[in-house]
């Protein structure tokens, strides 16, 4: 029987392994009729689920005070909102003829995303760079994402003319925004207790993805929508993915640099700035792209998500083999940052 630790000995990450499985199943054995609506409604009962639970689990001040290092966190969010939906639009639009609609979609959707939380933080903290701006950058931007990726996903697939229907942002006022506010009210009353119960919030979490997953590829199996998909298209999204992190990673290296932060504050950019939430993003998409091929449209935010752990994976122990006098131990980090940081 696998287990987490038998995972781990052989380099598998085990939610990995788990998103595979998932997505096998699916392929395999897709869930139709009641079934189907069976899950469908429970995969929206777990998204609102997991977004009153981000919610509650957020503190507010991780992003009102990280916001008194607002150079570090302007960078961040350019390259989050503006950098990345730019390259988006871009190979979206040269390579138009040589992707199907779904993957188009897909391609520019997942440069909408905001940045993720524990990925930016674990690997700034292996890079021993400066986890308290990384945890405000991440925090601030998965906030503001919650807003400004759906804005960004009605102004841009609406005028790309993609099928999006811009009436679908009410759904994700009243399936994300309003569960996340309910969250932050209830924050005082359940915030400790699931700071204190981290395994049942990670199960929501994970188990919700799943969950997701399995519906979104289990409704283009049934459609018959993989019979669309050629592995050259594969191939190709795939190819897409690795490109668009390379350019968004040399280009925030560059700009910290030449903008002089420290190596710590670097650190911390290069991993928020080039990050890509797929927890936040496959609940959106199956709100945003109802009726529309939801498995191929998230298939290159999925793909993303492998790609950015790989070669960040990679990236953080060559910034952790950098000598240790050349870091400047929180030097460029608010007063704020600093609090958080010894919290």
Known sequence: MFDRQLLSRFGVDPYLFALIATVTLALI??????????????????????????????????????????????IVLFLTFILFPAIGLALTTALRPFLSSPLAVGLLYLCLMPSTIQSSIAFTSIARGNVAAALC???????????ISPALVALLLSTQSHGFNVAAVEDVALQLLLPFALGQLARPLIGRWLLAHKLLTSIVDRGSILLIVYVAFAEGTAAGVWAQLSWQGLALILALDFLILAIVLVASTLLSRRLGFSKEDEIAIVFCGSKKSM???????????????????????MLFHQVQLFACAILAQRYARRPAATERPDASASPAERRMAAE
């Open 29 to 74: 054995f897709p869930a139709r009729g009641a079934a189907a609506e069976t899950m469908g409604y429970a995969a929206y009962g777990a998204v609102s689920l997991l977004f009153f639970l981000y919610g509650a689990r957020l503190a507010p001040r991780a992003v009102i005070e990280g916001f008194s290092h607002w150079r570090l966190q302007s």
């Open 137 to 147: 950058s991440a925090s601030a931007s998965n906030v503001l994402g919650v807003f």
């Open 279 to 301: 927890a936040g993003g496959l609940p959106m998409a199956s709100i945003l792209f109802q009726g529309q091929p939801l498995g191929l449209i998230v298939l290159p935010l």
